[in-house]
Nanobody, 124 residues
Framework: EVQFVESGGGLVQPGGSLRLSCAVS???????LGWYRQAPGKEREFVAA????????DYEDSVKGRFTISRDNGRNQWYLQMNNLKREDTAVYYC??????????????????WGQGTLVTVSS
């Protein structure tokens, strides 16, 4: 069974930084990994994704230049470095994996096994 454990969230002032971690267990191969977020009263949305076979990433427009997704090559762990945080970044952040890049980026609702997420609150 694949499990996701997200961590690293917290309260931060606008302009601050956080690094989120995503630990994935129960997998035996590499997958594309996506970060997603759900703000209060809104649907979960795509934030960033990491392509396992090229080590490249894609980002939602509002986070480009501020967020960076990376992977720990030695472990099934991924990170989301978030800089210059804004109030609109406040959300619960989740990670998930998939074999199909298009699904990870554009159709994450079809992914299974969501974790509990980690709450990021950007407030002064």
């Amino acid at each position: 069974e694949v499990q996701f454990v997200e961590s690293g969230g917290g309260l931060v002032q606008p302009g601050g930084s956080l690094r989120l971690s995503c630990a994935v267990s129960g997998i035996k191969r590499l997958y594309h990994l996506g970060w997603y977020r759900q703000a209060p009263g809104k649907e979960r949305e795509f934030v960033a994704a990491f392509r396992w076979n090229t080590d490249t990433a894609d980002y939602e427009d509002s986070v480009k230049g501020r967020f960076t997704i990376s992977r720990d090559n030695g472990r099934n762990q991924w990170y989301l470095q978030m800089n210059n945080l804004k109030r609109e970044d406040t959300a619960v952040y989740y990670c998930n994996i998939g074999q199909n890049w298009n699904i990870v980026v554009n159709n994450h609702k079809s992914l299974d096994g969501w974790g509990q997420g980690t709450l990021v609150t950007v407030s002064s």
